[in-house]
């Protein structure tokens, strides 16, 4: 396995949190895998954002507002 870190966004409503996360590669057709952990660390990320919990967000990773441009 070779481990590549990467960030992941995350979108909820009108804020996108980006999270840290180690990607395992492998040689066969499913890969790459993301621990459990990781995988976790995404679904927190996306139940922060959704309660509007910006505190826990920004413990997860950083946090983003988007705003609109344009009609």
Same mark, same amino acid.
């Given at each position: ?7 992941? &966004?995350?979108? #909820? ?10 990607? %395992?590669?492998?040689? !066969?057709?499913?890969?790459?895998? &993301?621990?459990? #952990? ?10 922060? %954002?959704?309660?509007? !919990? ?18």
């Amino acid at each position: 396995m070779t481990p590549k870190h990467h960030a992941k &966004l995350v979108h #909820e409503g009108n804020c996108v949190g980006e999270v840290n996360v180690t990607l %395992l590669y492998t040689d !066969d057709g499913w890969s790459p895998y &993301l621990s459990l #952990e990781d995988a976790y660390k995404l679904d927190d990320m996306r139940d922060a %954002l959704r309660r509007s !919990d910006f505190e826990r967000a920004t413990r997860l990773g950083r946090v983003y507002e988007l705003t609109p441009i344009g009609g």
